[in-house]
């Protein structure tokens, strides 16, 4: 099967660079401990709607833990960089489904990532400030893998900027910062102000931050789940429907 | 020195060919500062202090941690990519130059599509200073502060960078030495375990950013002496920093292909 293939090229791939990724997840980790003692410091002894100190180190370890499955992906899932050196039109060519081969990818990049990003990370935790293990294993798990599709759907969509405008880079900025700040990356929803609770529930970067984690730790389900799955559902077709434009407009840069 | 304005000149003649790129690059600088700040701004809706700062004293922290980030980025596009001349071998080509190799790498690094993360931590600092109404010489020691703490993170980043001659790939460990330590550095110091604040007196200084002289400065602890701190700090920082590149120098050894 193509896709597996394209999967297993780019486990290959990324473990050329294994021991290098190593000092990475160290300084991610560190990222995880600045916003633990940053978490400890604002909430001390107090708890706000659920939430205290305790709760956001398990909040903290968890989100830090997966963002390396549903945030942190190749730039555009390698499209911008395609589209530069023209080998887009070599993938426009084949006889595969566009979004499925980018897709299988980045999937590949991302089974690795579980093996030696997230499990490194979950051990050093565990180690330092412990990392719980999720209150229902298939929600978490499933909560885990939407979030995953979910994140490589958007990071899809940002690459395919790039057959519009030179600065992709942009689309993929945004997305990043939309993630880190209506995801609950690192904070949870139940803190946000009134207001913007609202946005954040009926945005898709939530089901790469706060729902994943909320799940693992036991404090959202079934309902949230359905929802990430409606995003992936919307984002699957929205991908299918801009790919479909794009093929139209493609102009490549070089080659 | 006009050799440096020279090659300056004709860097940024290079990247004025692509100008919606330029103005792009400044927007998204700026956008990635923006969601960091306004993570701060969030938790602090909910929560009036973080360790006893309030919101205005925390954007002295955040913005000149910013600041010093950003003019890092400006200075060295090619030097923070430094790796790649490793790679590929196009360090030669730098060697065959006149010039000490440090100075072509900044010269050709300059890159103004960085700008806007600059312009918003300058900006942030402003904002705390102004709500903290602080008096002309709080606001010319922040200047002084944002040069300081500029020269720190250029040392840091030449000194990663310059391990790139023993370990060729640096992309990853500038994950651990600079974007940890500049992220750490939005938050008071006293809020992390012992071996991370001594990892950041020691190895990585980047407490003298900020949190030590702007500590000193708002009358939280240390005085006059604490707020000049950062000048020698940075003096010596960037002296070791020069000393590890001109070593890595000489072991370089280029590649095959």
Same mark, same amino acid.
């Given at each position: 099967m193509v896709y597996v293939l394209a999967a297993r090229a780019a486990v290959r791939r990324e473990l050329q660079y294994r021991w290098a990724h190593m000092v990475n997840n160290l300084g991610s980790a560190v990222f995880g401990f600045v916003y633990i003692a940053a978490w400890r410091a604002v909430l001390g002894r107090q708890s706000l709607s659920g939430v205290d100190a305790a709760f956001m180190t398990r909040y903290m370890v968890v989100s830090q833990v997966f963002l390396w499955l +549903? +945030?942190?992906?190749?730039f555009g899932l390698g499209i911008p960089e395609g589209m530069r050196t023209g080998s887009v039109a070599a993938d426009l060519a084949r006889p595969v489904d566009f979004f499925g081969l980018y897709a299988a990818r980045e999937a590949g990049a991302l089974a690795y990532g579980l093996l030696y990003r997230c499990l490194p990370m979950a051990v050093l935790f565990a180690l330092t400030v412990g990392f719980p293990l999720p209150g229902s294993w298939p929600l978490g798990l499933a909560g885990v893998a939407l979030g995953a599709y979910v994140g490589l759907c958007l990071n899809y969509l940002a690459g395919l900027a790039a057959f519009w405008t030179v600065q992709a880079r942009w689309a993929w900025g945004l997305r990043q910062t939309l993630t880190l700040v209506l995801g609950g990356? $690192? &904070?949870?929803? $139940? &803190?946000?102000?009134g207001w913007l609770q609202g946005v954040v529930a009926w945005s898709p970067f939530r089901a790469c931050g706060a729902i994943p984690t909320l799940i693992w730790l036991g404090r959202a389900g079934a309902g949230d789940l359905a929802a990430a799955a409606g995003w992936a559902a919307a984002l699957t077709l929205l991908a299918r429907a801009l790919t479909g434009a794009a093929r139209r407009r493609v102009e490549v840069q070089g080659g | 020195m006009s050799v440096l304005v020279r090659l300056v000149a004709g860097t940024l003649r290079g990247q004025r060919q692509y100008g919606v790129d330029f103005v792009g690059s400044i927007v998204l600088s700026a956008l990635v500062t923006a969601g960091e700040f306004g993570v701060v701004v969030i938790i602090l809706t909910r929560f009036p202090r973080i360790a006893g700062w309030s919101l205005p004293q925390l954007a002295l922290l955040f913005g000149l941690s910013a600041t010093a980030t950003s003019v890092y980025r400006t200075l060295t596009d090619e030097l923070h990519d430094f790796e790649r001349y490793m790679v590929n071998g196009e360090f030669d080509a730098i060697l065959?130059?006149?010039?000490p190799s440090l100075l072509v790498m900044l010269a050709r690094g300059?890159?103004?599509?960085?700008?806007g993360g600059l312009l918003e931590g300058l900006g942030i600092t402003a904002w705390g200073a102004a709500r903290l109404g602080l008096a002309p010489s709080g606001w010319g020691w922040l200047l002084l502060f944002s040069v300081t703490g500029s020269a720190l993170v250029l040392a840091i980043g030449i000194a990663t960078s310059a391990t790139a001659f023993w370990l060729e790939r640096i992309g990853e460990l500038q994950v651990f030495t600079l974007y940890a330590p500049s992220f750490a550095a939005e938050?008071?110091?006293? =809020?992390?375990a012992g071996w991370l604040r001594a990892l950041f007196l020691s190895?990585?200084? =980047?407490?003298?950013?900020n949190y030590l002289p702007v500590r000193a400065m708002l009358g939280h602890g240390g005085g006059i002496a604490t707020m000049l701190l950062p000048v020698p700090a940075a003096a010596i920082s960037l002296t070791l920093a020069a000393l590890l590149w001109s070593a890595g120098e000489r072991r370089y050894r280029s590649t095959g292909s």
């Amino acid at each position: 099967m193509v896709y597996v293939l394209a999967a297993r090229a780019a486990v290959r791939r990324e473990l050329q660079y294994r021991w290098a990724h190593m000092v990475n997840n160290l300084g991610s980790a560190v990222f995880g401990f600045v916003y633990i003692a940053a978490w400890r410091a604002v909430l001390g002894r107090q708890s706000l709607s659920g939430v205290d100190a305790a709760f956001m180190t398990r909040y903290m370890v968890v989100s830090q833990v997966f963002l390396w499955l +549903t +945030t942190f992906m190749t730039f555009g899932l390698g499209i911008p960089e395609g589209m530069r050196t023209g080998s887009v039109a070599a993938d426009l060519a084949r006889p595969v489904d566009f979004f499925g081969l980018y897709a299988a990818r980045e999937a590949g990049a991302l089974a690795y990532g579980l093996l030696y990003r997230c499990l490194p990370m979950a051990v050093l935790f565990a180690l330092t400030v412990g990392f719980p293990l999720p209150g229902s294993w298939p929600l978490g798990l499933a909560g885990v893998a939407l979030g995953a599709y979910v994140g490589l759907c958007l990071n899809y969509l940002a690459g395919l900027a790039a057959f519009w405008t030179v600065q992709a880079r942009w689309a993929w900025g945004l997305r990043q910062t939309l993630t880190l700040v209506l995801g609950g990356i $690192a &904070v949870p929803p $139940a &803190v946000y102000p009134g207001w913007l609770q609202g946005v954040v529930a009926w945005s898709p970067f939530r089901a790469c931050g706060a729902i994943p984690t909320l799940i693992w730790l036991g404090r959202a389900g079934a309902g949230d789940l359905a929802a990430a799955a409606g995003w992936a559902a919307a984002l699957t077709l929205l991908a299918r429907a801009l790919t479909g434009a794009a093929r139209r407009r493609v102009e490549v840069q070089g080659g | 020195m006009s050799v440096l304005v020279r090659l300056v000149a004709g860097t940024l003649r290079g990247q004025r060919q692509y100008g919606v790129d330029f103005v792009g690059s400044i927007v998204l600088s700026a956008l990635v500062t923006a969601g960091e700040f306004g993570v701060v701004v969030i938790i602090l809706t909910r929560f009036p202090r973080i360790a006893g700062w309030s919101l205005p004293q925390l954007a002295l922290l955040f913005g000149l941690s910013a600041t010093a980030t950003s003019v890092y980025r400006t200075l060295t596009d090619e030097l923070h990519d430094f790796e790649r001349y490793m790679v590929n071998g196009e360090f030669d080509a730098i060697l065959l130059r006149p010039w000490p190799s440090l100075l072509v790498m900044l010269a050709r690094g300059v890159n103004l599509g960085k700008l806007g993360g600059l312009l918003e931590g300058l900006g942030i600092t402003a904002w705390g200073a102004a709500r903290l109404g602080l008096a002309p010489s709080g606001w010319g020691w922040l200047l002084l502060f944002s040069v300081t703490g500029s020269a720190l993170v250029l040392a840091i980043g030449i000194a990663t960078s310059a391990t790139a001659f023993w370990l060729e790939r640096i992309g990853e460990l500038q994950v651990f030495t600079l974007y940890a330590p500049s992220f750490a550095a939005e938050f008071p110091q006293s =809020i992390y375990a012992g071996w991370l604040r001594a990892l950041f007196l020691s190895a990585i200084p =980047i407490a003298f950013v900020n949190y030590l002289p702007v500590r000193a400065m708002l009358g939280h602890g240390g005085g006059i002496a604490t707020m000049l701190l950062p000048v020698p700090a940075a003096a010596i920082s960037l002296t070791l920093a020069a000393l590890l590149w001109s070593a890595g120098e000489r072991r370089y050894r280029s590649t095959g292909s």
